[in-house]
């Protein structure tokens, strides 16, 4: 009997390895109209990394001295920028969502925009990133 249960967990424990899709991959090639595309709206880039998640791609680089992150789809449709930026210029209502909901202070800042023109703004606290509207008001939170 007990062999049946020891075989059993193994087969759960081996099932459950196998079942789990990994969505991220990093320092890949991305495929040449995301590069295209990049390279023609961030020219002066540096320090280029890529990432795969899930169907997109996601650069990491320096514009200048500035922290940058930019994703783009397959086909080298731009979806979002997001650009770091100083814990001071975020909307007031962020540093006090945070003060009220969050233990802990904010360690950085960034402004996403989007391929519609949206604009939301991440903190970062406590190792979560905290997704906000353009007015400040909180949407969501993102595992860092």
Do not use: C, H, R
Not at 31 to 36: D, G, L, R, T, V
Not at 81 to 104: H, M, R
């Amino acid at each position: 009997m007990k062999q049946y249960l020891i075989m059993a967990v193994a087969a759960m424990a081996t099932l459950t390895v196998f079942s789990q899709e990994k969505t991220e991959s990093k320092n890949v090639k991305a495929p040449a109209a995301a590069e295209a595309a990049f390279k023609k709206s961030f020219p002066a880039a540096t320090k280029v990394k890529w990432e795969k998640e899930g169907a997109n791609y996601e650069v990491n680089f320096l514009e200048g001295k500035k922290e940058m992150a930019a994703v783009y789809g397959e086909t080298g449709n731009w979806i979002e920028t997001e650009e770091e930026i100083a814990i001071s210029a975020l909307p007031a209502s962020v540093d006090a969502y945070v003060k009220q909901q969050k233990k802990g202070s904010i360690k950085e800042a960034s402004k996403i925009t989007k391929a519609n023109g949206e604009i939301n703004y991440e903190a970062e606290v406590n190792k979560q990133d905290l997704i906000f509207d353009k007015d400040g008001k909180f949407i969501k939170v993102e595992k860092d």
